[in-house]
């Protein structure tokens, strides 16, 4: 009987024993995973949600890069005005924006006027900082070709007045320092033997503001249809 009582005495011992290392067996393998603890679990959570946030805070700070493609309408040492179908921009420069053409730093007295430019830089809200400004001599924006039969009305130094035949219609039509001038037998000619009355072929192309809409007619080559002697 003594013997029996013993026996149990042990097997209860030996359960008990089992019992506590299992709890503690269960507490290590608590403590060794970070992702059971609870305490653990949040700061990890919150290192997470950090990074998130400044990653964000970044990204939403109101700044993003900018590039647009114009051709250039004026300089002056300060700042370049550029133009393209969503209107004119006014660029600042400074010793900070690069300003590059065949792949070589220019200065300023370096820019041309009708140049394409490419410039690139950083916006934030309202406010567009050129970071550098790629200069082509090539036109690198596709434009609608203008050519235009009628009559010349006036002329000036900066534009003229056409009026077609077809549509008896006046436009004005910009001149520059590209615009060539040729009689009908393809001599060049300048722009003072161009006179009123006189039959006129302008080839040339147009650029229109998206926002008003209005359009500019810029001429590259003019032809009178009469031999100029």
């Not at 097997?11 to 995973?33: H, K, N, P, R, Y």
């Not at 590039?67 to 420069?93: D, W, Y």
Request: overall charge negative; glycine content about 4%; hydrophobic content about 35%.
């Amino acid at each position: 009987m003594q013997k029996n009582k013993l026996k149990i005495l042990l097997l209860f011992f030996a359960i008990t024993m089992m019992m506590l290392a299992g709890g503690v067996l269960a507490q290590s393998e608590t403590d060794d995973d970070p992702s059971s603890n609870p305490a653990t679990t949040e700061a990890l959570k919150d290192r997470v949600e950090k990074v998130v946030q400044e990653k964000k805070s970044f990204e939403n700070n109101g700044q993003t890069k900018r590039g647009f493609v114009g051709q250039i309408e004026r300089v002056s040492e300060e700042t370049i005005t550029v133009s393209n179908p969503k209107g004119t921009q006014v660029i600042p420069l400074n010793d900070r924006v690069s300003l590059i053409k065949n792949n070589k730093n220019i200065a300023v007295k370096d820019i041309e006027i009708e140049d394409s430019a490419t410039v690139l830089g950083i916006q934030e809200k309202d406010a567009f900082t050129p970071v550098k400004i790629i200069f082509s001599e090539n036109n690198i924006r596709s434009k609608p070709q203008l050519v235009l039969i009628g009559t010349l009305i006036n002329i000036d130094d900066s534009r003229l007045t056409l009026e077609t035949r077809k549509e008896a219609k006046k436009h004005q039509v910009i001149l520059n320092n590209q615009t060539k001038y040729e009689d009908i037998t393809e001599e060049t000619v300048t722009k003072t033997d161009l006179f009123e009355n006189m039959q006129l072929i302008i080839a040339g192309f147009i650029t229109t503001n998206e926002e008003t809409e209005v359009e500019t007619k810029t001429a590259r080559i003019i032809r009178a249809l009469v031999e100029i002697e």
